[in-house]
């Protein structure tokens, strides 16, 4: 099914392994916003998962 989509393929290829960050506020500490002074965060990584997506666009 990719092989005959290969646009199809590499858009959703580029999609799904690109990685969100989320910044949770309650680990962020920022006394000023300009110096960043005080900067205490933690990254949370999601990944996008388009499997959903895929299906309904092969189905198409």
């Known amino acids: 099914m990719f092989i005959t989509h290969p646009k199809l393929l590499i858009r959703l290829y580029r999609s799904y392994f690109k990685w969100h960050l989320c910044w949770p506020r309650s680990l962020t500490r920022i006394t000023d916003l300009s110096k960043r002074i005080g900067t205490r965060s933690l990254a949370a990584a999601m990944p996008l ?12």
Do not use: T
């Open 49 to 60: 998962k388009l499997f959903w997506y895929i299906k309904w666009l092969c189905l198409k």
